[in-house]
């Protein structure tokens, strides 16, 4: 019975095996053999070898671990520097080694998730080691096919050129943040939670107000996006005003109605002891239903913080100045400059990203309490 | 009415021969321990100079839809200041209902109920007593120390003096240097144990306590038990206390109302004037075996009287 990292060693020592056999690619019409790179040729008998250890288990521990984190990612490197051998795309013996190495990445990966740990920050060492070891080695197998396919730039750039365009266009970039983030998405957001936030206060004692607009709101709320923006553009100009009126839109009904049902969560048991106490009405909902509102409240701010992203980036399609995330998107793709159109990408990722664990944060800071976080504390 | 008739059973019961064995013993020396009165011109020209609760003809029906539900029907029953009394009977006699139509968490249907000479709204918005609830029922985003303080902070007591009781009721019921704790980290038994020092934070004259150490071990309840008789023995206080434990009622109690159930009604009244430093020996004691003898037979007698 051969384990799973056994398989894995298996896989990664054959393809290396292969490598030796077949050619890398093809230069001025001739095959260009591994054996003629002698980087590349020690790199792949070392890796078989390293497989061998690993599956006779002879391989473990600190040595294990050493191996491991520097074969694959030497391999990688020489890959990556190795992609124009070949004035054709590269053929069967590179992507062996392409995907040997990455096997041998993940097989460290498996070692370093299986890792009993004892302290506190050992687990939080190895809970960020892994994914960023992920997210590296998507990153790298990216730019290995993309180049050494020779995939066209227009259908997928990679991310070389991705990361070189944002660093050449970073203020560019920064005032496109500034106007979609820092104006349409945070100055709508804060005022459509806010005011749904207050107005679920405001209707919390009238049964009649709260019938009559949770069915207006899921109606608001599923109203398209693509129908509301231009409407809006009509309505506030082209300037961020308009976005943020869609971010508001967008952001306002999940906010009502999460808090409308959080604050209708308090058990009787709850309510009957503020009774006893003979607490007012606002003594109640301060010291008892709004704190046990928190965690929808959350859960709304959370969704919210991807709403507006979209929103305020689509909105922008419709109109705008002449700079913000989704304007640069639009007339960048009409341009056919798809790698600008990616590092915008990639800073609304990074953004939406930053938001989203910014609102995790206040969440577990605010409702360490509740049932689902206990045990972190 | 006379001060000597402190508690009435309604009367169709066995429960009726008991009115005159009622306050003869145990009465004359409370009397003089406290000179409150009722609230002037509110309730009804029979109270008793030192009643704390008038309950006459009293009757909750709850309406539900496999049709009326009678809770309570014909509750007769006066409760002295001073008075520790326990409530007996199976489950869905209308123990806790009776309890939370005082408290006024439920509205009864019929008759008449009296708290301290007024209503029981006017009690409630009095804050004249306070409520242990069968749950603990601690707000879980506040540490012990704060939920403590909940009824103190409602009722807008200084910080000051709202540390000072937080700390007085937590060394009462053993729960010193949990203060910082969260109810979630502590067992079910010191969540209990902080939910009655918050029902004593704010020092109100009357407890009601609906099977506060229902959940309890044997070991801590005997303690809890010893610790509340002390601070009735000492403070006066007066106690509606529903329980399930025929030695607890004995131990704890002046009187014993014994339920039953369908429809909700007291069945007897029991008399149960043990000496006031007793300790929880007394428990082997003749007299006390004797009442707790009294209080088995109401109780299958109540029942049985029911099929
Ligand atoms: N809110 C309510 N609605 C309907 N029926 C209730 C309600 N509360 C209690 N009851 C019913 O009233 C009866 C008495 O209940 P309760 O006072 O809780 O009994 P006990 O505390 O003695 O066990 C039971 O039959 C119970 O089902
Ligand atoms: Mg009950």
Known sequence: MISFRQSLAILSGVLSILALFFPLGELNGEAVSLWSDSGLTAFAIVSMLASVAVLLNRLKGLKADLVLVILPHVGAWMLLSRLDVADQHLASGFWCLVVSSWLMAWLLVDQLSAKKTKTPTAKRFYSIVVPVLFGVWLLLLWELVVRGLQIPTVLLPPPSMIGARFMASTDILWADFQQTFLKAVLIGYILGCGSAFIIAILIDRSPFLQRGLLPIGNLVSALPIIGVAPIMVMWFGFDWHSKAAVVIIMTFFPML???????????????????????SYWQSLIKLRLPSALPFVFNALKINSTLAMIGAIVAEFFGTPIVGMGFRISTEVGRMNVDMVWAEIAVAALAGTAFYGIMVVIERACTFWHPSFRSSR | ??????????????????????????????????????????????????????????????????????????????????????????????????????????????????????????????????????????????????????????????????????????????????????????????????????????????????????????????????????????TDKTVLFVTHSIPEAVFLSSKIVVMSPRPGRIYDVIDCNLPRDRGLDIREAPEFLEIAHRVREGLKEGHSYDD
């Not at chain 2, 005159?20 to 609230?39: C, I, V, Y």
């Not at chain 2, 020209?45 to 008038?54: D, G, L, Y």
């Not at chain 2, 109100?204 to 506060?212: G, H, N, V």
């Open chain 1, 257 to 279: 109605v999460n808090t409308v049902a959080g604050l209708s969560i308090t058990s009787s048991i709850e309510k009957d002891m503020m009774k006893t106490y003979a607490a």
């Open chain 2, 1 to 234: 009415m006379l001060q000597s008739t402190a508690i009435n059973t309604n009367g169709n019961a066995t429960g009726v021969a008991e009115g005159t064995k009622q306050g003869t013993t145990g009465q004359a020396e409370k009397m003089d321990t406290n000179g409150m009165s009722p609230e002037t011109g509110t309730s009804s020209q029979e109270q008793s100079a030192n009643s704390v609760i008038n309950i006459k003809g009293l009757s909750l029906t709850f309406e539900t839809n496999d049709g009326p539900v009678h809770a309570l029907s014909d509750i007769d029953l006066t409760i002295n200041q001073g008075d520790f009394v326990s409530f007996i009977g199976p489950s869905g006699c209308g123990k806790t209902t009776l309890l939370r139509a005082v408290a006024d968490l439920e509205q009864p249907t019929g008759g008449e109920l009296w708290v301290n000479g007024v209503s029981a709204q006017q009690a409630r918005l009095n804050r004249d007593y306070g409520y242990v609830f069968q749950a603990p029922a601690l707000y879980p985003w506040r540490t012990i120390a704060g939920n403590i303080s909940l009824p103190l902070e409602v009722m807008g007591i200084p910080k000051s003096e709202r540390q000072d009781r937080i700390a007085r009721n937590m060394e009462l019921v053993n729960l010193s240097g949990f203060d910082k704790k969260y109810p979630w980290q502590l067992s079910g038994g010191m969540q209990q144990r902080a939910s009655i020092a918050r029902a004593l934070s704010f020092d109100p004259e009357l407890l009601l306590m609906d099977e506060p150490f229902g959940a309890l071990d044997e070991i801590v309840r005997d303690h809890l038990n010893e610790q509340l008789l002390r601070l009735w023995d000492k």
